[in-house]
């Protein structure tokens, strides 16, 4: 039997892709065990739930950008990127599926920005670093920031800032702020 929602109930769920509260108020039960999921009919305005072992039909999402809102140094953003997964190259070898973004063209860096306005942080890591004298994309992408050669380089690391006048800045690589992950392939 079915229970009315509680106005207090929906932060209980979580999106399939990470950590991110569903913001969806429209739950016409809330789920007895915690293998409940949540469906809805196409052209439906409600949501439904059902032990996840039930079949209905589904949709991917496949996003290119994520935005992770936990604060970290740069090195540890990069290493919780490289962690969200792995492909094989051949049978022996690995590869990271996910890197810290690297901005390279103009829609990137404007898909940046929407993701960063989400951010728990005033900026957010990208894969921007100074290193060996010069700045580096992970991707080794070409820099497209001019004045970018005037910045402090001493351990710098880049953010996309969410708000300001400029798109970009770079930062001491200790401090911690949340970041955006990019997927490579």
């Known amino acids: ?40 009919n196409k052209g439906s305005k409600t949501w439904y ?34 962690s969200l997964g792995r492909v094989s190259t051949n049978h022996s070898t690995f ?3 996910y890197d810290l973004a690297s901005l390279i063209t103009d829609d990137d860096h404007t898909l940046a920005r929407e993701k960063a306005q989400n951010a728990t942080t005033d900026e957010v890591w990208t894969g921007l670093r100074f290193l060996a004298g010069q700045w580096w994309w992970l991707d080794r992408g070409p820099m497209l920031y001019r004045d970018i050669d005037r910045c402090p380089t001493s351990r710098s690391c880049g953010v996309i800032e969410k708000k300001g006048t400029t798109s970009f800045s770079t930062r001491n690589c200790e401090e ?10």
């Open 1 to 40: 039997m079915d229970r009315p929602v509680p106005r207090n109930a929906v932060s209980q769920w979580k999106w399939s892709h990470g950590n991110e509260t569903a913001s969806y108020r429209a739950f016409t039960t809330i789920p007895w065990l915690s293998e409940h999921c949540a469906y809805t």
């Open 49 to 82: 739930t059902d032990p996840c072992d039930n079949l209905h039909s589904f949709s991917c999402f496949d996003e290119r950008m994520v935005l992770v809102r936990e604060n970290k140094t740069w090195e540890e953003a990069l290493r919780h990127c490289r």
């Open 176 to 185: 911690r702020r949340n970041f955006i992950c990019y997927k490579r392939f």
């Open 95 to 97: 590869t990271h599926l």
